[in-house]
């Protein structure tokens, strides 16, 4: 119980803004840790779901309401997996080899086209907000899709060989309990997307959570076959880039649902 507890922390450290306490990073401590990774995201639904609520009951605009919106998640997480966007963006854009390409993403500056597609991100993120709060019919597979993405992310890091022996996604590859961790996950994504399914299907739209289903898994396979054939592996990096786009997919699926059904 401890040992989860520890692991419960050092996930909200590293992965969130959420000030808690501090404690060691070492095997025992981080055996569990991105079994949890979920929850921050779970975090960022619940209070998606709140400024939603609130910005209804007191009749804020379209463009108030998105901007918060769209800032919420980056409030929560602190920037870290926009960072691995920014970075993975640059090394794409690179067309160099694969050693140009990881020495890209190890630099701390930034270079020239990160910052131009995480401006792109935002404002894509923005736009589908403001069109979610015009038909919020499908708000629920933004709030399930924050999880999802933070669970394949974690799932990552401890099936696929890191591209590196250094860096954070390293180290928690190395202290994971790698199969536990991956089934624990496994179970985690599985029942927040039977949950995303029966919650439409009540509503008369179920058809449509198929549809994110199978886009989120396209997605999964695709960016596994960019790490591993480009990148030689994972690295923090990439699973913030992953994280990333599969948000923006879960919200890009809500706003083009609630305009076509």
Not at 134 to 153: C, H, I, K, M, S
Request: aromatic share 12%; charged share 15%.
């Amino acid at each position: 119980m401890k040992s989860a507890w520890s692991g419960l922390l050092v996930a909200f450290s590293l992965y969130s803004a959420v000030p808690v306490p501090q404690v060691r990073w070492e095997k025992r401590t981080m055996r569990w840790a991105l079994s949890f990774l979920p929850l921050v995201g779970v975090l960022i639904g619940v209070l998606e779901g709140v400024w939603h609520a609130f910005c209804t009951r007191y009749g804020a605009a379209g463009l108030f309401y998105a901007v918060g919106a769209a800032l919420i998640p980056l409030a929560v997480s602190g920037g870290i997996h926009l960072d691995g966007l920014c970075d993975t963006c640059d090394a794409l854009c690179s067309y160099g080899d694969r050693e140009k390409r990881l020495a890209i993403l190890k630099d701390p500056h930034v270079g020239a086209f990160g910052p131009l597609w995480l401006t792109a991100f935002l404002l894509a993120e923005t736009a589908c907000f403001a069109q979610i709060y015009q038909t919020p019919q499908f708000l629920p597979v933004v709030f399930v899709g924050f999880a999802v993405a933070r669970a394949d992310g974690g799932r990552k890091i401890v099936t696929i060989p890191c591209a590196k022996d250094t860096g954070l996604a390293h180290i928690f590859a190395e202290n994971s309990d790698k199969k536990a961790v991956d089934m624990t996950l496994k179970l985690e994504e599985a029942a927040l997307e039977v949950l995303l399914l029966v919650w439409l299907y009540c509503t008369g739209n179920g058809i449509f959570a198929m549809h994110y289903l199978v886009l989120i898994g396209l997605w999964y396979i695709l960016h596994s076959r960019l790490t591993v054939h480009v990148f030689g592996g994972i690295t923090g990096d990439l699973a913030g880039f992953y994280i990333s786009l599969a948000e923006l997919l879960a919200l890009v699926c809500a706003a083009f649902g609630g305009m076509v059904l």
